[in-house]
């Protein structure tokens, strides 16, 4: 099969297109016939050698996928051949930029019936994120009001339809670029943060303060008295500490994304239901994703990519 892989960490040229053995699954796992693989931007940490993931070399990158079952191990009994799956692959294990991929059945869960198999693969990490950060982490119910800090990126754009669809007001911060888009996913207010102080901007305070972006950690600081008495401050930014304020009752989270099939199979279930979108900015061959990795490392890269299978494209 061919893979997408590096031999060593280091910058994007130590990625490789190139022949490997198609893997055979073990007990209690299936191999996937892969649709699409997204990337993300965890991607290119691991690939880096700066995100601390313990990955055996050679190592296939690609930690979402969807695709079809197409061998079963000892043991996997939720799936049959043919099956149409999507899934949060382990961060460590071989991953989905290959024609083919194995992993536990038991992260996995049927794909969406209403989009392109292969853009299934720009849901399962993501809007995991966004539905733990604001309901696993924040408590967002209905009536409530969140700040979204970044919301223009792919995470923001679920978190702004999931945050919409629970009865919440979203206030979302973006820049004339994003504004459109997160407009469009339901946002009540946008802000330009380049151009307007949020702690003039939001007259009100805020249930919910979910930070997406990488700001300093004394831009973060500065927020939360935005955020009402009880109220939670929740990031995806792990490199930081999430600050809150312990006097207020004010608590701070941090998102380390779970693979919960359970939760994603909800979120199969909106998409289908047609109450979250599904956003791709790009489907590529598989032997092309090396540039989009070159394109992260410049920060030009800009909305969700797929790298398809070249002999699917």
Same mark, same amino acid.
């Given at each position: 099969m061919k893979v997408l892989r590096f031999h060593e960490t280091g910058g994007?040229? $130590?990625?490789?297109?190139?022949?490997?053995?198609?893997?055979? @699954?073990?007990?209690?796992? %299936?191999?996937?016939?892969?649709?699409g693989s997204a990337f993300n931007p965890a991607d290119t940490g691991i690939?880096?050698?700066? =995100?601390?993931?313990?990955?055996?070399?050679?190592?296939?990158?690609?930690?979402?996928?969807?695709?079809?079952?197409?061998a079963i191990g000892d043991g996997a009994t939720a799936f049959q051949p043919g099956d149409a799956v999507v899934g949060f692959l382990s961060m460590t294990a071989d991953g989905s930029a290959a024609e083919y991929v $194995?992993?536990?059945a038991d992260v996995l869960t049927a794909a969406p019936t209403s989009i392109p198999l292969a853009d299934?693969?720009?849901?399962?990490?993501?809007?995991?994120?966004?539905?733990?950060?604001?309901?696993?982490?924040?408590?967002?119910i209905e009536g409530q009001r969140v700040l979204i800090v970044g919301a223009g990126g792919s995470v923001g754009g679920y978190a702004i339809q999931l945050a919409k669809r629970a009865g919440a007001y979203v206030i979302a911060t973006a820049?004339?670029?994003?504004?459109?888009? /997160?407009?469009?996913?339901?946002?009540?207010? /946008?802000?330009?943060?380049?151009?307007?102080? =949020?702690?003039d901007a939001v007259s009100?305070? $805020?249930? /919910?303060? =979910?930070?997406?972006?990488?700001?300093? @950690?004394?831009?973060?600081?500065?927020?939360?008295? =935005? %955020?009402?008495?009880?109220?939670? $401050?929740?990031?995806?930014?792990?490199?930081?500490?999430?600050?809150?304020?312990?006097?207020?009752? /004010?608590?701070?989270?941090t998102v380390f994304v779970r693979s919960e099939v359970a939760q994603l199979a909800k979120l199969v279930e909106l998409v289908d239901g047609g109450e979250l979108r599904v956003e791709v900015a790009?489907?590529?061959?598989?032997?092309?994703?090396?540039?989009?990795?070159?394109?992260?490392?410049?920060?030009?890269l800009r909305g969700k990519v797929i790298a398809i299978p070249d002999a699917d494209v």
């Open positions: 994007p040229e $130590v990625l490789r297109y190139e022949d490997a053995d198609t893997p055979e @699954p073990g007990a209690g796992e %299936v191999r996937i016939r892969v649709a690939r880096s050698g700066t =995100l601390p993931f313990p990955v055996a070399l050679p190592h296939t990158p690609g930690y979402d996928v969807a695709g079809t079952i197409d $194995v992993t536990p299934a693969a720009a849901l399962p990490s993501i809007g995991l994120t966004a539905w733990q950060a604001l309901f696993d982490e924040g408590g967002l820049s004339d670029r994003s504004r459109a888009s /997160v407009t469009d996913a339901g946002a009540d207010e /946008v802000i330009d943060h380049s151009r307007t102080s =949020l702690t009100e305070p $805020v249930d /919910v303060l =979910l930070n997406l972006a990488p700001i300093e @950690p004394s831009e973060f600081e500065v927020l939360v008295p =935005l %955020v009402r008495d009880g109220g939670a $401050v929740v990031s995806t930014t792990a490199w930081m500490t999430t600050p809150g304020d312990e006097a207020r009752g /004010v608590s701070a989270h790009r489907r590529i061959p598989l032997s092309e994703l090396a540039e989009v990795h070159a394109q992260a490392a410049t920060g030009t």
